[in-house]
Each structure stands twice: as structure tokens, then as C-alpha cells.
């Protein structure tokens, strides 16, 4: 069993920045691969990025390149979300997904957190 808990949400203005953070438990950590993904009012969820932690291999989707940046730490067994130049489209609820097998979708999530961004 994987638990996800992401941290670091809130208010913030546009143009600002906030890193999300994600705690995850389980024993072969190093060996899933994490995303984040988010769901906005009205709207299907959708991919945001993703990390492998072994390997590091990393994706974005088109309309965070180059503001947003996910990393990860094996040891803490954590996975950060930086998000830069914050517009209000990127309102949204934000979740932590794990994918534990090679095949197959991601399979754990964490219950998410609010990102509010302002005009």
C-alpha cells in the first residue's frame, strides 16, 4: 500500500510561485514512477508532469514548459512540484499519482491540494 500527501498549496498572486510538495510511503519508492496532475472547477483532470525515480526521466505537458519544474528525493521519499510564473488558468485542485508497475496506469493518489492563483 502507497500513501500520498502533498503539501504546499494556497493563495498566491499571478506572476508569483509555489512548490508543492508530495510525502509518499512504500518500501520500493525509487522504483515508481511519480506525477502530478491537476483538475480544475468544471474540468477533467488533467497531466501536469512527471519524474522516474530511478532513472529521472521527466515529462511536461506543453503548457507548463518551462515554468513549472518536478523533482524528487529518493531518501525522503519525496516529489516537488516547483511552479513559476503562475497565471489563474493554473487554478486547480493538484494530486500526487504514483505508478508502481511498469505497465499499466498510475495507481495511487493523494487527496490533493488547492492552488489558487489571483489576477
Known amino acids: 500500500q502507497v500513501q500520498l500527501v502533498e503539501s504546499g498549496g494556497g493563495l498566491v498572486q499571478a506572476g508569483g510561485s509555489l512548490r508543492l510538495s508530495c510525502a509518499a510511503s512504500?518500501?520500493?519508492?525509487?522504483?515508481?514512477?511519480m506525477g502530478w496532475f491537476r483538475q480544475a472547477p468544471g474540468k477533467e483532470r488533467e497531466f501536469v508532469a512527471a519524474i522516474s525515480m530511478i532513472g529521472a526521466s521527466i515529462d511536461y505537458a506543453d503548457f507548463v514548459k518551462g515554468r513549472f519544474t518536478i523533482s524528487g528525493d529518493n531518501a525522503k521519499k519525496m516529489v516537488y512540484l516547483q511552479m513559476n510564473s503562475l497565471n489563474v488558468e493554473d487554478t486547480a485542485v493538484y494530486f500526487c499519482?504514483?505508478?508502481?508497475?511498469?505497465?499499466?496506469?498510475?495507481?495511487?493518489w493523494g487527496q490533493g491540494t488547492q492552488v489558487t492563483v489571483s489576477s
Open positions: 499519482a504514483a505508478k508502481t508497475t511498469l505497465t499499466g496506469t498510475y495507481n495511487y
Open positions: 512504500g518500501r520500493t519508492f525509487s522504483t515508481y514512477r
